[in-house]
């Protein structure tokens, strides 16, 4: 009997001494040179019944004639895991943390543990906001992945990957670490090369309520397709998935004017979003071979919203005193934007090019009602138009190569301001009435950053040294005049110069420097050591003696730090520190009015500002116990060399800077914890965060400090405790506290936000959700606390989804917000939409 086990066993207690098996011809051999007197030795394997037979301690030949003997497998369940991990990627499975009311993969995503979907959409994994989305390895949409998670069924998802410290140009993969990750989507099989094309159809009452969708989307080897159109005026947010989150270049438009208009509450935007609102984008990747992608994005978006608050205002003016402002305010605001994107990627471990062109066009318009002492009349324009493009080159070979990037921007805005009647006349028209108060104001910025770095390396030991050098030009432009209108709309008189801007500001950089890394074993630097020349020029077309020019030079450092003290733990330290000069929003001396209550104008000289910034991260991981938690600690440093200053004339809010160097420091803490379990596919998160900063601000010609201390803490949970019911609860706290003058402040706003959802299977396909929502404010005078409940019906067969909504049951019907900002507090009671019922119908039509 071959591969039978023969073993040799202590006789007091059978513990195992040696052990061997026997060969093709049934021959055994197993040693022994321990002191016991007896042994026993065992004959056992697989078929063949076990025999026992006790020996003296000494060599001899011991045989066994062996008998069949029938050997019962135990039943074994064979579970696919809901977590793996391969490598530096971890593997969820989507089936494993979905349930019948996920309807597309972004529903799924924020059951993952590790990883959290903030409200505008944005991923994160282990605190750190992802660097790329990815549909079958392939980037269609950039950083606009809401378009994918907002769209795609969570039906044709396998498997959503985090790619934990991706770097996605695979030329810089051995140079340059990462501490963000990367989420990448496998579709089902039978979801890839399939034209999928989805409908819905939704109308409802209080009032006249509609909610209409059309996708479509074709996902293959050589190409990607994703289309949608979507329109409603049921609160929901269409411009939440259209953002971009990777964006990096600074064409972010100031909006130097606008109509005042009410602070949305901190609640839910469906539940005070009135609005009419249409998005439809084009999405389309091209994989022209290995390693080469064709982009085109087609995005646009429409929204006509209404708000309506009325509203008080506390600015602390010093000593004891406050000022309040009373204001009930109505406002509607039309958006028009249209965005085209095209990138072209060619991403091998050799070479990188990556072209990436965006334009950008949009027209605003708003108007509004403002009742305080008075009624007043406010109406704005603002059209504008964008383009930018971003280069980004690398050529590889072995040791030596370089890197390119370029980045090159240029916007215009326009400003049209109205307000009536016309209001500040001993300010602004000698004391004499007068019909309208007019602002047209004109902006323009052109960007060009260009970088070159060389990746043939200096080597000292281990320390790679890599050179690059820069040029940068900045430049931006405003011209304002701010002037009273008779009924005609015919200025009263000629605008003084006081009233009007005509600057530029220039600014050129030359930057050389030293990226100098470290790398063995599982610890790693990154460091960057540059130093620019750099020259300012301020142009003031309407008081040349205030132009101005300065050179100065710059050391801007940074350090990034990572630590793999095992598979489980990562340590990271980063460190900044910057050094740079006030924009051109700084540095108009005319008057330039923001919004009817707020007129600024700064004192017309070059200032600068700088800073650092310390912080120190953990991350931990057990993939198998998915079980993920992490905590980092930052601290801010900043110092500018002008303050900024405001004084109150009655309602009108006049701001300034002034030559007097003050400075701020910030301490940012966070924690969190996540944690999935197999019994009741309960999924458990916990988040903390503690922030304080203090400063300095100059009101009513008075130094006064301030601090703003934050606590805030979030639970989440999801479990289906039985097979029928579905259960998920989100809870978040927060006290807030402005500290005045070491001994003044404003009382501590403490706010609670629960919500409850239930679904309950009802019988086969048919669901019923409940959901409830609480809202609580200490600060709040009529009621500490404020409840909404929603109810739904679904039913689900094959290719078609009914369901029934009916929000806001108790037909709540306003909402107080409170706040601190600063030296100031606000509280608004808010308008907040009606008791709704909808019926929506989504159907496959392919």
């Known amino acids: 009997m071959p591969q039978a086990l023969v073993t040799l066993k202590q006789v007091a207690d059978s513990s195992l001494l040696s052990y061997a098996y026997s060969s093709f011809d049934g021959n055994y051999e197993v040693s022994y040179s321990g002191r016991e007197p007896e042994l026993l030795v065992v004959a056992s394997g697989l078929g063949i019944a076990t025999q026992i037979k006790k020996i003296n301690n000494q060599s001899q030949t011991v045989n066994f004639t062996v008998t069949e003997e029938d050997f019962l497998l135990r039943e074994v369940e064979i579970k696919a895991p809901k977590i793996y991990y391969n490598k530096d990627t971890i593997n969820y499975s989507v089936s494993a943390f979905s349930d019948e009311k996920d309807v597309v993969i972004g529903d799924v995503l924020k059951k993952l543990p590790g990883i959290e979907v903030a409200e505008s959409g944005q991923i994160s994994y282990q605190g750190r906001a992802i660097n790329k989305f990815y549909i079958e390895n392939m980037d269609m949409l950039g950083g606009r992945y809401g378009i994918a998670t907002q769209n795609i069924s969570a039906k044709d998802v396998a498997t959503v990957q985090v790619m934990a410290n991706h770097q996605p140009v695979k030329a810089m993969d051995s140079l340059r670490i990462s501490d963000q990750a990367a989420i990448n989507l496998k579709l089902k099989e039978g979801a890839k090369g399939t034209l999928a094309v989805m409908a819905q159809l939704g109308i409802g009452v209080a009032p006249l309520l509609h909610n209409d969708e059309l996708t479509g989307m074709y996902f293959a080897r050589k190409m990607q397709h994703l289309s949608t159109y979507k329109t409603n005026n049921t609160g929901q947010d269409l411009s939440k998935e259209l953002r971009s989150f990777t964006t990096d270049l600074n064409l972010s438009e100031e909006a130097i004017t606008n109509i005042q208009t009410p602070m949305p509450p901190d609640i839910h935007k469906n539940r005070y979003f009135f609005n009419n609102s249409h998005a439809a984008t084009v999405n389309n990747l091209f994989n022209l071979g290995k390693d080469r992608e064709l982009n085109f994005n087609l995005i646009y978006y429409n929204d006509r919203e209404k708000r309506e608050s009325e509203s008080e205002s506390f600015y602390f003016i010093g000593g004891d005193s406050i000022l309040k402002i009373d204001e009930a305010i109505r406002a509607k605001n039309n958006t028009n934007r249209l965005e085209t994107e095209m990138r072209y990627n060619n991403n091998t471990p050799k070479r990188y090019f990556n072209n990436f062109l965006h334009m950008e066009g949009s027209w605003e318009n708003a108007n509004g009602v403002i009742e305080n002492e008075n009624l007043l009349h406010q109406q704005m324009e603002r059209p504008s138009f964008k383009v930018h493009n971003t280069l980004h080159w690398i050529n590889r070979q072995d040791d030596s190569g370089f890197e390119f990037y370029s980045q090159t921007g240029f916007r215009n805005t326009s400003h049209h301001l109205t307000i009536s009647p016309g209001i500040y006349a001993d300010l602004l028209n000698d004391g004499k009435e007068y019909d309208f108060l007019m602002q047209d104001a004109y902006t323009q910025t052109f960007i060009s950053k260009n970088n070159i770095?060389?990746?043939?390396?200096?080597?000292?030991?281990?320390?790679?040294?890599?050179?690059?050098?820069?040029?940068?030009?900045?430049?931006?432009?405003?011209?304002?005049?701010?002037?009273?209108?008779?009924?005609?709309?015919?200025?009263?008189?000629?605008?003084?110069?006081?009233?009007?801007?005509?600057?530029?500001?220039?600014?050129?950089?030359?930057?050389?420097?030293?990226?100098?890394?470290?790398?063995?074993?599982?610890?790693?630097?990154?460091?960057?050591?540059?130093?620019?020349?750099?020259?300012?020029?301020?142009?003031?077309?309407?008081?040349?003696?205030?132009?101005?020019?300065?050179?100065?030079?710059?050391?801007?450092?940074?350090?990034?730090?990572?630590?793999?003290?095992?598979?489980?733990?990562?340590?990271?330290?980063?460190?900044?520190?910057?050094?740079n000069m006030n924009g051109i929003y700084e540095l108009y001396n005319g008057y330039l009015l923001q919004t009817y209550r707020y007129l600024s104008h700064f004192d017309?000289?070059?200032?600068?500002?700088?800073?650092?910034?310390?912080?120190?991260?953990?991350?931990?991981?057990?993939?198998?116990?998915?079980?993920?938690?992490?905590?980092?600690?930052?601290?801010?440093?900043?110092?500018?060399?002008?303050?900024?200053?405001?004084?109150?004339?009655?309602?009108?809010?006049?701001?300034?800077?002034?030559?007097?160097?003050?400075?701020?420091?910030?301490?940012?803490?966070?924690?969190?914890?996540?944690?999935?379990?197999?019994?009741?596919r309960l999924n458990a998160g916990l988040s903390v965060a503690y922030y304080t900063r203090s400063s300095q601000q100059m009101r009513q010609e008075q130094l006064v400090d301030y601090r703003n201390d934050q606590y805030s803490a979030s639970v989440r949970l999801s479990a289906v405790p039985l097979s029928f019911l579905i259960v998920s609860y989100l809870g978040a706290g927060q006290i807030s506290e402005s500290i005045i003058a070491a001994e003044t402040g404003y009382q501590p706003v403490r706010s609670l936000t629960q919500s409850l959802n239930l679904d309950t299977k009802l019988f086969n396909k048919v669901m019923l959700g409940m959901r409830m929502e609480q809202y609580a404010n200490n600060a709040i005078r009529d009621g500490k606390s404020l409840y909404f409940a929603d109810i739904n019906l679904t039913y689900a067969r094959k290719q078609i989804r009914f369901q029934l909504d009916w929000t806001n049951i108790f037909d709540t019907k306003n909402y107080m917000l409170t706040y601190h900002d600063n030296l100031n507090a606000y509280a608004s009671t808010y308008r907040i939409r009606p008791s709704e019922i909808v019926l929506k119908v989504k159907l496959k039509l392919k």
Request: glycine content about 6%; hydrophobic content about 35%; charged content about 20%.
């Open 453 to 579: 770095s060389f990746l043939t390396p200096w080597l000292l030991g281990k320390v790679i040294l890599r050179p690059f050098f820069g040029f940068n030009v900045e430049i931006n432009k405003l011209t304002s005049e701010l002037y009273s209108c008779n009924e005609q709309e015919q200025p009263t008189a000629s605008v003084p110069d006081s009233m009007k801007n005509d600057i530029r500001r220039n600014h050129y950089q030359g930057q050389a420097g030293l990226n100098i890394d470290y790398k063995i074993g599982r610890f790693t630097i990154n460091s960057s050591f540059p130093v620019s020349y750099n020259r300012y020029e301020l142009v003031n077309h309407l008081f040349s003696e205030n132009n101005e020019h300065l050179n100065r030079f710059q050391f801007e450092p940074s350090l990034n730090v990572q630590y793999k003290l095992s598979r489980k733990i990562t340590i990271g330290a980063k460190a900044f520190a910057y050094d």
């Open 604 to 680: 017309s000289r070059l200032a600068g500002f700088s800073g650092n910034s310390l912080s120190v991260k953990v991350d931990y991981k057990d993939i198998i116990r998915m079980f993920f938690t992490g905590m980092e600690v930052a601290h801010y440093y900043n110092k500018n060399s002008v303050t900024y200053t405001q004084r109150f004339e009655d309602y009108l809010s006049v701001s300034s800077l002034i030559p007097l160097s003050n400075a701020s420091n910030s301490v940012l803490a966070t924690g969190r914890i996540s944690k999935g379990f197999d019994w009741k």
